[in-house]
């Protein structure tokens, strides 16, 4: 991802964990812990975790080795806030990110999220155009070596109804979406493209939980949004996975 995406990403976290007041953060995955110097600077009692510790340089924040596929280093309701910006993408099972993040919130605890917004009208014509939404494309490295396909970072596109839904049953609560930025606001084109949209689905209507959620999908932070970020509270503990 772009530096500069990544920049205004980190401004409008920091934006929102401004009005949060101070407590246990953990910023996972950490990448090299820039974000979590940040986060401190609010006052918050801040930890990194990643499964690449080399990567860190922030010299001031205590960071663990967590591997987000499997059961995070951490007790139960540990954390009052997790950060996870950039990273339920590349994971094999988000379902299993979430249920660890509920585990080690305090009942309230807050979780502020972000993935690539797929569901943006910009990803949706090019996954029309190209066969893959932004910043997936075509999913493939080639070992020049050996001829065989490598890892790939970006490998689970999560949009906003795949994430609402695992979140949901996760025993959280969506607080509310934003965006770092917005792309093809005013474009003709795109602004097209929304009208015609608004015009079809008008039968979710009659059903109040569909209408909330398409409003959300008509929503400019849904069509033109760079990223998705999404703040969830926890309200239910769940059951542990095994």
């Known amino acids: 991802m772009k530096k500069d995406t990544m920049s205004a990403l980190h401004d409008k976290v920091i934006e929102l964990l401004s009005n949060e007041k101070p407590g246990k953060v953990l910023d996972v995955p950490a990448s090299e812990g820039i974000l979590a110097q940040r986060i401190q600077k609010l006052g918050h009692d801040v930890r990194c975790g990643d499964i690449d510790l080399s990567r860190l340089k922030a010299t001031t924040v205590r960071c663990d080795y967590v591997d987000l596929n499997k059961r995070w280093p951490y007790e139960d309701g540990f954390l009052d806030i997790v950060i996870c910006t950039e990273g339920i993408e590349h994971l094999e099972n988000p379902w299993h990110v979430i249920r660890e993040i509920n585990r080690v919130l305090k009942i309230e605890g807050v979780l502020f999220l972000s993935t690539p917004n797929v569901l943006s009208l910009k990803s949706r014509l090019s996954y029309l155009l190209y066969g893959y939404p932004n910043y997936f494309h075509y999913m493939i490295e080639i070992d020049p070596n050996t001829g065989k396909d490598l ?92």
Not at 180 to 207: C, P, V, W
């Open 151 to 242: 890892a790939v970072d970006h490998i689970n596109p999560v949009g906003f109804l795949e994430l609402r839904h695992i979140l949901c049953r996760s025993g959280f609560r969506i607080e509310f979406i934003e965006t770092n930025h917005y792309q093809k606001r005013l474009s003709l084109l795109y602004n097209f493209l929304k009208l015609i949209m608004i015009t079809r689905g008008r039968s979710a209507q009659e059903d109040t939980a569909k209408a909330g959620v398409r409003k959300i999908l008509l929503s400019d932070r849904i069509l033109f949004g760079e990223n998705l970020i999404v703040k969830a509270k926890k309200v239910t503990e769940i059951a542990k996975d095994p």
